[in-house]
């Protein structure tokens, strides 16, 4: 299985802050990775698939980067409504997996 | 407006049986794959299954397979999950959720882009 890990596990950022979070595959995964946010008690919501491609609807400020095994995430101005719970998932091979999520709360 | 809506989660002993069911609406359902994706209280992610979208061929991680089975009527806009053989540690949150791809990419990835509110399955004596 390819594995995921995702750093760091919480952060915290002001209002307007640029915040980066870093997703490493254990093999090269070849752009088939997305993000998603998770707001608490709601399910999550796909921001960025094909490593770079922003979903219909996202605001621009998230933005995604990277190839082979390594890939992040950026927030370019930390809002309030960002806060939530950050996920990377791998879609190359079966059994897709996740990340084990990033915590974003404001300072 | 694409909308998953998951029914049939609950509290149910080890050992026995329960299923799950997603009804799909805003979009044309035989045309997509699906799958069911889970969330441990306080956990991340975990995805369960996926079924193509003629129904024809399915997919399973090691921790559930032999054990749940993904189906799909594709006449009534609607995602199973039968779950057997439940243990504690299938307690968690079940999503439904739409696949998508990279159509015409190489090599071809998967991504979850909707995903219904979730049921929740509370497997304890």
């Known amino acids: 299985d390819i594995q995921m890990t995702q750093s760091p596990a919480s952060l915290s950022a002001s209002l307007g802050e640029t915040v980066t979070i870093q997703c490493r595959a254990s093999?090269?995964?070849?752009?088939?990775l997305a993000w998603y946010q998770q707001k608490p008690g709601k399910s999550p919501q796909l921001l960025i698939y094909?490593?770079?491609s922003l979903q219909d609807g996202v605001p621009s400020r998230f933005s995604g980067s990277g190839s082979g095994t390594q890939y992040s995430l950026k927030i370019s101005s930390m809002q309030t409504e960002d806060e939530g719970v950050y996920f990377c998932?791998?879609?190359?091979?079966?059994?897709?997996?996740f990340g084990g999520g990033t915590k974003l709360e404001l300072k | 407006e694409v909308q998953l809506v998951e029914t049939g989660g609950g509290l149910v002993q080890p050992g026995r049986s329960l299923k799950l069911s997603c009804v799909a609406s805003g979009f044309t359902f035989n045309n997509y794959w699906m799958s069911w994706t889970r969330q441990a209280p306080g956990k991340g992610l975990e995805w369960v299954a996926s079924i193509t979208n003629s129904g024809g061929s399915t997919y399973y991680p090691d921790s559930v397979k032999g054990r749940f089975t993904i189906s799909r009527d594709n006449a009534q806009n609607t995602l199973y999950l039968q779950m057997n053989s439940l243990r504690s540690e299938d307690t968690a949150t079940y999503y439904c959720?739409?696949?998508?791809?990279?159509?015409?990419?190489?090599?071809?990835?998967?991504?979850?882009?909707?995903w219904g509110p979730g049921t929740m399955v509370t497997v304890s004596s």
């Open positions: 959720t739409r696949e998508s791809r990279n159509y015409g990419g190489y090599p071809l990835y998967w991504y979850f882009d909707f």
């Open positions: 094909g490593a770079s």
């Open positions: 093999e090269d995964i070849y752009s088939g």
């Open positions: 998932q791998q879609g190359l091979k079966y059994p897709w997996t």
